[in-house]
């Protein structure tokens, strides 16, 4: 039997830019890489996509010591007693889960994917659209994610600005703007390209259903999270006026236990997750075996940044239950690139000319961190 001792948990703090800022600007921010390394040398990896000082403090005060020592194989024991915490913010757990996971392929000699059970070998991606200034943009940048090989595009429309990210109320003229968005880019790429559309929990009931019937006619492939994240009274009552497919919930935090009444009320038409709000690559598994259960899809979120963009991947190509990747495509005007899917790896997440994505076949998440580049940035460095 394999044992790998956890000999040491540290942090490494970098700067980054990037044009996750709405409108979209460059600025500078922080990301880190949690490390954890066992007593024969092994490492695994996550990135921790914006730090906050407290849960790199409770990584390394609180978590650090409750490792040390551990066999880092134990994924399961320490997923379960992470869990059980309450003084530990919930993204704690998912950072930590995703570098052991890390650790178990490399020890294993095997991809991530293998080792939860490999379903396929490729997962078609869709471009997911930041929040444009103008309804134009839109349209550019579908045709142009589409000219790549991207299998779809997905909508984040205007007035995501104005509502819960800008903590405003949308108005009528509002849902207008993004009535004509979702027309002309259905129009620009043609009824055959699969379009998708998420408000991001920022429409009323009644501005919910207006927009769910324009949707449908567009023939859309779901309606993701149009309404609050805890209102599942709302969605209920959405499903009964809607045929498009409801897709609800991402912003709910941790593993399994936030979604069973979800199931449950019959609130959602899918189940939806990633590594770091829903528990790491166990909770999300988790996750999607309830949706399977159900006979659910369990579609996957963003993975906030490259390492968790992979283990995200790798769970896609380890559930059968899931059917898109999806890749957000911040980025400059004109540009069209994919830079944030990979930002901080030597090489890209691979996506093909069909715009198919999958993983190298490599031990662990798969493709190294550029260190050159992180080391460069560095700001501080947490034992």
């Known amino acids: 039997m394999t044992v790998a001792r956890i000999a040491d948990v540290s942090i490494l703090v970098h700067e980054r830019e990037t044009l996750l800022s709405i409108p979209s600007r460059a600025q500078v921010v922080e990301q880190a890489v949690l490390t954890i390394t066992t007593d024969e040398g092994v490492q695994g990896h996550t990135f921790m996509g914006l730090p906050q000082p407290d849960v790199t403090t409770q990584l390394i005060k609180r978590v650090k010591p409750q490792l040390l020592g551990r066999n880092a194989l134990d994924i399961g024991a320490i997923w379960g007693e992470l869990g059980r915490r309450r003084d530990l913010d919930p993204t704690v757990q998912s950072y930590v889960d995703v570098a052991l996971w890390d650790i178990a392929g490399k020890v294993a000699g095997l991809p991530v994917h293998r080792l939860l059970g490999t379903v396929r070998n490729s997962i078609p991606a869709y471009a997911s659209s930041w929040v444009h200034q103008d309804v134009e943009t839109y349209s550019e940048e579908a045709l142009a994610y589409r000219e790549?090989?991207?299998?779809?595009?997905?909508?984040?429309?205007?007035?995501?600005?104005?509502?819960?990210?800008?903590?405003?109320?949308?108005?009528?003229?509002?849902?207008?703007?993004?009535?004509?968005?979702?027309?002309?880019v259905r129009d620009a790429v043609g009824s055959a390209y699969p379009l998708f559309a998420d408000p991001f929990a920022g429409y009323t009931f009644a501005q919910a259903v207006r927009v769910g019937l324009v949707l449908e006619e567009l023939d859309y492939e779901w309606f993701e999270d149009p309404l609050a994240a805890d209102d599942i009274y709302g969605y209920l009552r959405l499903r009964e006026k809607l045929r498009i497919p409801l897709l609800a919930t991402e912003l709910t935090k941790g593993g399994p236990p936030g979604h069973v009444p979800w199931v449950l009320e019959r609130a959602t038409d899918y189940l939806r997750g990633d590594v770091v709000l829903k528990g790491g690559i166990t909770g999300l598994v988790k996750i999607a075996h309830l949706a399977e259960a159900f006979n659910l899809n369990c579609e996957l979120h963003d993975g906030y940044n490259a390492l968790n963009n992979l283990g995200v991947l790798h769970v896609a190509l380890a559930i059968p239950n899931c059917g898109w990747y999806e890749v957000l495509i911040p980025h400059a005007p004109g540009d069209y690139s994919s830079d944030h899917l990979s930002w901080g790896l030597v090489e890209e997440i691979p996506i093909d000319s069909n715009g198919y994505a999958s993983v190298p076949d490599r031990p662990g998440l798969g493709i190294d961190i550029d260190w050159d580049l992180v080391r460069g940035r560095t700001v501080a460095e947490l034992r």
């Open 148 to 184: 790549r090989g991207f299998a779809g595009y997905k909508i984040h429309p205007p007035s995501m600005k104005v509502g819960p990210l800008g903590h405003g109320a949308i108005t009528a003229d509002h849902i207008e703007t993004d009535l004509r968005i979702y027309r002309q």
